[in-house]
């Protein structure tokens, strides 16, 4: 286990920049920095001033580059021509920022200007992860009490909770109705299961004199196309419905409907046209409708419209 210590870490996570030692000298800060610019290199794009130089150092945070540093120099005049000479120059495919280092008196000045102008709401030396902050841009270390805490920063205190001023209810005191444009909310009742009637087995009742069951259809065909199954026969139809399931948006055929056709000579003559006919590759059933299925079925279709009313479709619309 190594004994080395840990680095620091800011509370963005970030480590903090290099300190710069002051070294003699004339001082140029340099700015922009690609972070594979190295002292080296730093130092040789200074070569108009080579002589005159005392140190170059490129600020790192941690291991990687801060994207700025400072060359010191001899004299005030050799800095300043190199001010002249690499300003917005390129080093390694950036233009670069050459201006004086401006002295510590200067520095912080401006910072406590800089205080006194803060608006409300915005964080004193903390700087947004990734951006270069004043003290970190002259080389200096940041201190804590530099730090202005926002307004509002603070913890809120939280907000309570309002008492409500509903009365209890009153032993047998009705419930209140519900207001206008508000639907009362009821449970659903659950239709008890109709027990299902065994393969091949006919239905129980009166046949009818009107009512034709037609079984076996294809679940694609609807209402007008069980109409023109019998008109296109030849058949006189007063009302033709395919029965679909209770539930499900749309409801789904059951493949089998009812066709209303007047009277006793029509249903015998339905009966010869098309029993045992292949429609979309089926061949279909053509029987007398008995009254009390044709009246549950009438029964279920009414109750299943009735829970379309009560339950509203809703429409999704993408955000």
């Known amino acids: ?56 150092q490129v600020i790192m945070r941690g291991t990687r580059s801060a994207g700025y540093g400072f060359v010191a120099l001899k004299s005030a005049e050799a800095a300043q021509k190199a001010v002249d000479a690499l300003n917005a120059k390129d080093l390694d495919e950036r233009p670069i920022i050459v201006e004086i280092a401006k002295p510590a008196e200067l520095k912080d000045q401006e ?18 992860p990734g951006e270069v902050t004043d003290a970190e841009a002259n080389g200096e270390p940041v201190k804590a009490d530099d730090v202005v805490p926002a307004e509002g920063d603070a913890e809120k205190p939280k907000k309570k909770k309002k008492k409500s001023t509903k009365k209890p209810k009153a ?11 508000e639907a009362a909310k009821q449970p659903r009742k659950k239709r008890a299961p109709r027990p299902p009637r065994a393969a091949g087995e006919e239905p129980v009742g009166e046949p009818s004199q009107t009512v034709l069951f037609v079984a076996n259809l294809g679940f694609n065909v609807d209402d007008a196309g069980l109409t023109a199954l019998f008109t296109d026969a030849g058949i006189k139809v007063n009302s033709a ?4 399931r209770r539930w499900g948006r749309p409801r789904k055929s059951k493949g089998y409907g009812f ?7 029509e249903q015998k003559k339905a009966i010869e046209a098309l029993e045992g006919k292949e429609v979309g590759g089926r061949p279909i059933a053509v029987k007398i409708a008995v009254n ?4 549950e079925e009438e029964k279920a279709e ?3 419209a009735a829970d379309k009313e009560a339950t509203p479709e809703v429409t999704i619309v993408a955000s």
């Open 1 to 56: 286990m190594s004994d080395a210590p840990a680095a620091p870490v800011t509370e963005n996570g970030v480590p903090p920049a290099e300190v710069v030692e002051e070294a003699p000298g004339f001082k140029v800060f340099v700015g922009n920095l690609a972070y594979s610019t190295t002292d080296e290199g730093l130092k040789a794009f200074f070569a108009p001033v080579e002589s005159d130089i005392l140190s170059a």
């Open 111 to 128: 910072r406590k200007e800089k205080k006194a102008r803060r608006r409300p709401g915005r964080r004193g030396a903390k700087a947004v």
């Open 171 to 181: 032993e047998g005191e009705a419930d209140a109705a519900p207001a206008d444009g």
């Open 241 to 244: 419905r395919i029965v679909r």
């Open 259 to 265: 066709v209303d056709v007047g009277d006793e000579a």
């Open 292 to 295: 009390a299925q044709v009246e």
């Open 302 to 304: 009414a109750e299943a």
